[in-house]
């Protein structure tokens, strides 16, 4: 992908409320070399397979995720963490941060230490490393990492949410973070799981929502695994009411303060209070069409939420009314994590989840009106995906055919029947294999693990982070395992077309990402359409780009842009392979 292009708007189709943010200039993107030129010490050696595993030694990153080392089925070690992709210090490369339960060694019987986030900053040669202020210091035990600018100056701050304390850090510039959790006004006293960036009230500044897990008491479970003990099942527990917070920050600044945080917890007043559930995943976006963004929660062994948004700052929940809340047969799955695309190509959103082994991982059709229907049979994906627990998930075109795939990272929560109480690695009855899914025009079918020797790393995957980690155009992956080093995967699929990626910014809010913001793409052979909205997957934040496979399309005649404010524009198109800046009018 040889240069990025900031293009204006050329008309105004509609206009939406006044934002509320104020007037900043953003810096027009200069040219990219290609990753051949820049990277070949990380992309040297191409094979013919989709993905190919990196050591990540040799790009620089050290990170090996912790846990207690408790060994005695303490849910938070097996619920595991998550990572992301995201550019913290705006030199435009992406960063790699992910996230480790605890900061002790994992010798067993140690008592339960706070958590870390670790940042890896991107090299101009591909490479990452390390900087003095490159690990966060988490007072709970982490779990989920999500990015989102909150004081409109261009930079993400990071909520990362934990068993015990979240911890809400403020970006103060080139790569440093300052923790304002209490200063802030955010306080979450729930165990924290997935959260999402998202304007619920199409002010222009983002606001923040976080889905909470059960109310936990420790102990392990026993007549499980063939009688011995064993990680809790979730519907033993109460569950919890998810958060939102509003975001106040602008009340806070001054010239003198330009920087602050404040959040409002309007939880209650939302409506979000009268429903408890087990959230684990999330999903942030305009699904009934109305342009306001609604809240989906992945529910686990519970039925799942979809919080409409009534357009005057409550939700009310319609995930039954919708068809969303469970599966065909009207039952309540193991929801885990959240994939949002138009896989079938017809102009509206779907939904997949990722379950529990024995149950397929769901995909939830769209149809007009906001309403959805188990399609995961018709799609292809029941039998392929019922002998795994899924976690992390994203939904991209791998190989530019214009087809939207799937990739679903696993590992257990249960050992399998029969298997022995104890063995010499405690987390080895819990691995399985990833899955790729491959879509074929609506039906997906599974890639031959022969074909993908990264497949048969067997591992207890949890986090997924989707984005470009080499600049070539096509989307890599970053996965967070329980135990052990991060997982890096380059897209070295055999491209059967072209592509494209978008950036979408606000210049009237300090050039921010445009999160929520849904970018259409039309060609001469097609229309495509994508969400920017990172805060998807498992406990995971993905780089906040659109990325569109096109096919044989060898050129773009325009781009069509729904604001997160409900105002559209169109701007002009180009060259494919390429990528561009589309700024709000």
Known sequence: MPRTIAIGCVCMCAVGIFSGCTKASIPKASSVATVNEENASVVSGRPTSLFSAINPASIGISFVH??????????????????????????DRVDILAASLSSA??????????????????????????????????????????????????????????????????????????????????????????????????????????????????????????????FCVPHLFPGTIDRLFRNTSHEAMSDETPRQVRLQDCTAESGLAGMKGAGLGVAAADFTADGWPDLYVA??????????????????????????????????QASMGVAIDDFDGDGLWDLFLTHLEGEYHTLYKGHAGGLFEDDTHAAGLADVTLPYTGFGTGSFDIEHDGDVDIVCVNGRVRR??????????????????????????????????????WLEERAVARGLAVGDLDRDGDLDMVVNRIGEPLGI????????GHSVRVRAVLPQCGGRDAIGAVITLVTDRGVFR????????????????????????DAVREFQVL????STSLHPGGDVDREYILEKP
């Open 299 to 332: 529910n686990d062994q519970m039925a799942n939420f979809l919080w409409v948004n009534q357009r005057n700052g409550s939700f009310r929940e319609e995930a039954v009314l919708r068809g969303c809340a469970y599966d065909r047969q009207g039952r309540s």
């Open 416 to 453: 399998p029947a029969g298997f022995p109480a104890q063995s010499a690695a405690y987390f080895s009855p819990y691995r399985q294999r990833g899955q790729v899914l491959v879509n074929r025009g609506g039906v997906f079918q599974e890639q031959n693990p022969k074909e993908e020797p």
């Open 66 to 91: 912790q846990t207690l080392g408790r060994h005695d089925y303490f849910l938070p070690e097996i619920i595991g963490s998550g990572c992301a992709l995201v550019d913290v210090d705006g030199d």
């Open 489 to 496: 995967y380059r897209n070295d699929s055999v491209k059967t």
């Open 105 to 230: 060694d994992g010798t067993a019987g140690a008592q339960p230490i706070g958590g870390t986030v670790e940042i890896f900053f991107q090299n101009t040669n591909g490479t990452f490393s390390k900087r003095d202020n490159s690990t966060l210091v988490i007072a709970g035990l982490a779990m989920g990492i999500a990015a989102g600018d909150l004081t409109n100056d261009g930079l993400p701050e990071l909520l990362v949410t934990s068993y015990g304390e979240d911890s809400l850090f403020l970006n103060e510039g080139e790569g440093r973070f300052r923790n304002v959790t209490s200063e802030s006004g955010y306080s979450n006293p729930a165990w924290g799981a997935s959260a999402s960036f998202v304007d619920f009230d199409r002010d222009g500044w983002l606001d923040l929502f976080v889905t909470n897990y059960i109310d936990y008491t420790a102990r392990p479970c026993r007549q499980l695994g063939g009688g011995n003990p064993d």
């Open 563 to 566: 604001w997160p404010d409900g």
């Open 530 to 553: 994508r969400l920017i909205q990172p805060g998807l997957s498992y406990l995971s934040s993905h780089e906040p780009w659109a990325h569109f496979g096109t096919g044989a399309a």
